[in-house]
């Protein structure tokens, strides 16, 4: 008897909330710490860049060996990836770049994120009428390819830049938010916190911001992880295909891919370093936001 009554009686262990249990989870996931240190490395790096890069990436310090023979400078003592075209160190300019990629990423996925979190609250959080005119105008951004969209919208800049990429992905990323709050928010609006406060007559404003839009940011956070890897992956192709910034003295990763490619057949390696980039720093983000994902989320749990 005794021991039923001990195994019958509550644990006096104190809970945890969703993110302690998740990070708890995390510590162990072994695909999560890899993302994790290759996204703070590549954070520090663009952090440091300038004080990093061992010369200035736009100085031409190896234009004497350019030539039409030699259009490629080799690696050489200083210069341990060679140079561009332009006699310009290619690791410099790498390092350099990470900056200008993550500035790109980072915004273009807090823009669309903001206009995602606008329409997604209006559609969850009002219902009716303005859930039906949010959503479709969402189904018609939706229904088309996202880099058609990108290109598209880039394209119709007269001057392309590095806002014109940023502004690009920004759009095509709204839907995805809008969407995905949209359902989180629906599905709080008959949890118990809510129809409490409903009971106490709390405002309808208050319910939607204080209650329902709070306990529907989890989703939507690690969607930003991920969305930031395609923003890279994205703004990398618009620059690929002349549609970013067009001043080369500030490097980019998209930009130095797309400029390299005049070189491949004889020079591959100028075109594989800022591919591996941005393949690697991809990478890094959607590990990350997969293991995030799967540690919020009990129903894909292992």
């Known amino acids: ?24 989870r ?16 590549f954070v520090l790096i663009a952090a440091i860049a300038p004080w990093l890069a061992p010369h200035d990436p736009a100085a031409r310090l190896l234009i004497g060996q ?11 003592e200083g210069f341990p990836l060679g140079g561009d075209n332009a006699g310009r160190d290619t690791l410099s300019r790498l390092l350099v770049g990470s ?17 995602g979190m606008v329409l997604g609250t ?14 479709r105008i969402v189904d018609v951004m939706l229904s088309i390819p996202s880099l058609l969209m990108a290109f598209s919208i880039a394209a119709l800049f007269a001057r392309p830049s590095q806002w014109t990429v940023i502004a690009a992905i920004a759009i095509i990323q709204v839907p995805i938010f809008a969407r995905l709050l949209r359902g989180s928010m629906i599905s709080q609006r008959h949890s118990d916190h809510v129809l ?37 992956i994205d703004a990398a192709a618009l620059s690929f ?22 070189f491949f057949n004889s020079y591959p390696h100028v075109a594989v370093y800022p ?7 991809a990478l890094g983000f959607t590990l990350m936001g997969e293991s995030l994902r799967e540690a919020l989320d009990p129903k894909s749990r292992r």
Request: overall charge neutral; charged content about 10%.
């Open 1 to 24: 008897m005794d021991s039923l009554a001990e195994a019958g009686s509550l644990s006096s262990a104190e809970g945890v909330s969703l993110w302690q249990s998740a990070w708890r």
């Open 26 to 41: 995390l510590r162990r996931d072994p695909v999560f710490l890899v993302g994790l240190g290759i996204v703070t490395v």
């Open 66 to 76: 350019v030539s039409p023979a030699t259009p490629i400078p080799p690696a050489q």
């Open 99 to 115: 900056r200008q990629t993550l500035i790109v990423g980072v915004m273009a996925t807090l823009g669309g994120l903001a206009g």
């Open 122 to 135: 209006i559609a969850g959080g009002i219902g009716g009428w303005a859930d039906s005119l949010v959503m």
């Open 196 to 232: 409490a406060a409903r009971a106490l007559g709390v405002r309808p404003a208050a319910i939607v911001f204080r209650h329902m839009l709070p306990n529907s940011l989890g989703p939507v956070i690690v969607q930003g992880t991920l969305v930031l890897a395609v923003s890279i």
């Open 241 to 262: 295909l002349g549609l970013g910034s067009q001043d080369d003295s500030v490097p980019e990763w998209g930009q130095m891919l797309g400029r390299a490619q005049v």
């Open 275 to 281: 591919a591996l980039c941005i393949i690697v720093v």
